[in-house]
Structures are given as structure tokens and as C-alpha cells.
């Protein structure tokens, strides 16, 4: 069984900063891509960072600047350090990962967090 586990999410003043963290456990063999995905009410969910287990990263236009993912490979786990926050950041953020688990041959699943709320105020 794998778990993706958030935290750090919450209130803060638009301007203000918050570190999400999403950790790995279970029966891991490997994990290839992590990603942050954010829904705000009423809008689909969308990629707002994604990183490689090389490091390579990508982000949404919209926190390009503000936000920075990454990880630590011997924790299996994500980051995502957000500044300069503001009010339209306001959504549920889930840690999304591509895992790999032998089953006895690899084979990869997508799993997702449960999803942490973050609220910026104006």
C-alpha cells in the first residue's frame, strides 16, 4: 500500500509565504515524476509544478517566479515553497507522484494525496 501524505497548508495574508510537503510511503520501488496540482471552487484541476527525479522542473504560468518545487530523493518526498501568495492562489493543493511498485515485475500507478487547503486573504 503507497500514501501520499500533504501538509503545511493554511491561512495566510496575501504577500505571505507557505511551504507544502508531501511524503511517500509504502511498498515503494521507485518514483519517477512528482507534480502539485491545485483546484480552486468551481474550476478544474490544474498543474501548478512538476518536477523529474533528475530535477528538471516545469510550472504554470500563472506562479512562475512565486512558487519552487522539489524534492528529496531519500525521503520520497515533494516540496513546494510558495511566496508572494495571492488571493486567486486560494485552492485545495495535491501532491500527485508516479510510482513504481514490484508486483514482482515494476509496474508504475499514479497516486494522489488527499489534498491540503490553502487560503490567502486580500
Known amino acids: 500500500q503507497v500514501q501520499l501524505v500533504e501538509s503545511g497548508g493554511g491561512l495566510v495574508q496575501a504577500g505571505g509565504s507557505l511551504r507544502l510537503s508531501c511524503a511517500a510511503s509504502g511498498s515503494i520501488f521507485s518514483i519517477n515524476d512528482m507534480a502539485w496540482y491545485r483546484q480552486a471552487p468551481g474550476k478544474q484541476r490544474e498543474l501548478v509544478a512538476a518536477?523529474?527525479?533528475?530535477?528538471?522542473?516545469k510550472y504554470a504560468d500563472s506562479v512562475k517566479g512565486r512558487f519552487t518545487i522539489s524534492r528529496d530523493n531519500a525521503k520520497n518526498t515533494v516540496y513546494l515553497q510558495m511566496n508572494s501568495l495571492k488571493p486567486e492562489d486560494t485552492a485545495v493543493y495535491y501532491c500527485?507522484?508516479?510510482?513504481?511498485?514490484?508486483?514482482?515485475?515494476?509496474?508504475?500507478?499514479?497516486?494522489w494525496g488527499q489534498g491540503t487547503q490553502v487560503t490567502v486573504s486580500s
Open positions: 518536477t523529474t527525479t533528475g530535477g528538471s522542473t
Open positions: 500527485n507522484a508516479i510510482i513504481g511498485i514490484k508486483t514482482p515485475r515494476l509496474v508504475e500507478y499514479v497516486y
